[in-house]
Nanobody, 126 residues
Framework: QVQLVESGGGSVQAGGSLTISCAVS????????MAWFRQSPGKERQGITY??????HITTGMEDRFTISQNNAKNTVYLLMNSLKPEDTAMYYC?????????????????????WGQGTQVNVSS
């Protein structure tokens, strides 16, 4: 059974940085397809980034402020967030994307997620 447990959310001022973590059990993060999503009140859950088989993918417009990384020894995935803005306030979710037979990940879409974490709240104040 795959379990994803996020941590590290909190409150930060605009312009600040924050790193949130996702501890994974039941799946080896080095096998890729780990992803981060976020959801603001009244909005759809939005994909941010994921680790693909060959490289990391990130949603256009987010590449200069958000970075996914992982520690295979700790089986943990991270989301590094810089230059945070009030509009980044959201619940942030770790996810495992579904995979094709050849190991490629499904595209970064909330409908393509096999497992979700419970989320961690990030609040950015102006």
């Amino acid at each position: 059974q795959v379990q994803l447990v996020e941590s590290g959310g909190g409150s930060v001022q605009a312009g600040g940085s924050l790193t949130i973590s996702c501890a994974v059990s039941g799946y080896v993060v080095g096998s890729n397809c780990m992803a981060w999503f976020r959801q603001s009140p009244g909005k759809e859950r939005q994909g941010i980034t994921y680790s693909g088989r060959a490289n990391r993918h990130i949603t256009t417009g987010m590449e200069d402020r958000f970075t996914i990384s992982q520690n295979n020894a700790k089986n943990t995935v991270y989301l590094l967030m810089n230059s945070l803005k009030p509009e980044d306030t959201a619940m942030y979710y770790c996810a495992l994307l579904r995979r094709y037979v050849d190991g490629d990940c499904y595209t970064l879409n909330r409908h393509n997620v096999a497992y979700w974490g419970q989320g961690t709240q990030v609040n950015v104040s102006s």
